[in-house]
């Protein structure tokens, strides 16, 4: 049963320290997507990586937050210095290839649940 | 800059009834449509999707309809059942390029 896995599940972290979410994408796939839920922006895109590249991090505020791949079963989201405003709810995802047809899709992990106090 | 937009944050349908939930789009030059259930505590999983070329697609209880002309996205659900109360993001791609999301709407089905 493959899936995207997530972690940590929840963290709870003082403001102004560093929090690291790690993400395993499903083997096989090339493209990894990290969201971010908020009530009122929903799911708002801060990166992605195809084949471990970045294309497209606009989404992330740069300078607290970074997003790398260091190998195609590893995906990392830090947050440096953390603030509270950051506490959301954090998703990865993965697919495959560079086109999309019908019945594919992207999948989602669990989320990793961010407070930071 | 939203992309995607989904105007009613909330849904409350009778068991039984059908479902509309509606999603706008900004961008023409989307290829696929799609939309995404979360539960609680969950990540969104896939629901149902369609392409820039069909107007309607047909899974079970679920339609998505497309209109292009209005940049507007909308799923059926008929008839509705208790365990179709989530959160529903519809999403849109452009082939090569990223997935957008709405802000979802949280669909309640009354027993």
């Known amino acids: 049963d493959a899936r995207v896995t997530q972690t940590p599940r929840h963290k709870v972290t003082e403001m102004g320290q560093e929090v690291t979410m790690r993400c395993q994408p499903i083997?096989?796939?090339?493209?990894v997507f990290w969201y971010r839920q908020t009530m009122m922006q929903g799911l708002e895109l801060l990166a992605y990586?195809?084949?471990?590249?970045?294309?497209?991090d606009s989404g992330m505020p740069k300078d607290r937050f970074s997003a790398e791949m260091p190998d195609a079963t590893l995906a990392t989201l830090k947050i440096q210095p953390s603030e509270p405003r950051d506490s959301a709810v954090y998703f990865c995802?993965?697919?495959?290839?560079?086109?999309?047809?019908?019945?594919?899709?992207?999948?989602f992990g669990e989320g990793s649940w961010l407070t930071v106090v | 800059d939203q992309q995607v937009k989904q105007n009613s944050p909330s849904l409350s349908v009778q068991e039984g009834r059908i479902s509309i939930l509606n999603c706008d789009y900004t961008?023409?030059?989307?290829?696929?449509f799609l939309w995404y259930k979360k539960y609680p505590a969950e990540g969104p999983t896939f629901l149902i999707s369609?392409?820039?070329?069909?107007d309607k697609n047909e899974d079970g209880r679920f339609t998505v309809f497309l209109n292009k002309s209005a940049k507007h996205l909308s799923l059926h659900i008929v008839p509705s059942q208790p365990g179709d109360s989530a959160v529903y993001f519809c999403?849109?791609?452009?082939?090569?390029?990223?997935?957008?999301f709405g802000t979802g709407t949280s669909l309640t089905v009354i027993p």
């Open positions: 995802a993965s697919g495959s290839g560079t086109g999309l047809h019908s019945g594919n899709t992207i999948y």
């Open positions: 961008n023409s030059m989307f290829d696929y």
């Open positions: 083997l096989g796939h090339n493209t």
């Open positions: 369609i392409s820039s070329i069909k």
């Open positions: 999403a849109v791609y452009r082939t090569g390029n990223q997935f957008y």
């Open positions: 990586f195809r084949n471990r590249a970045p294309l497209d």
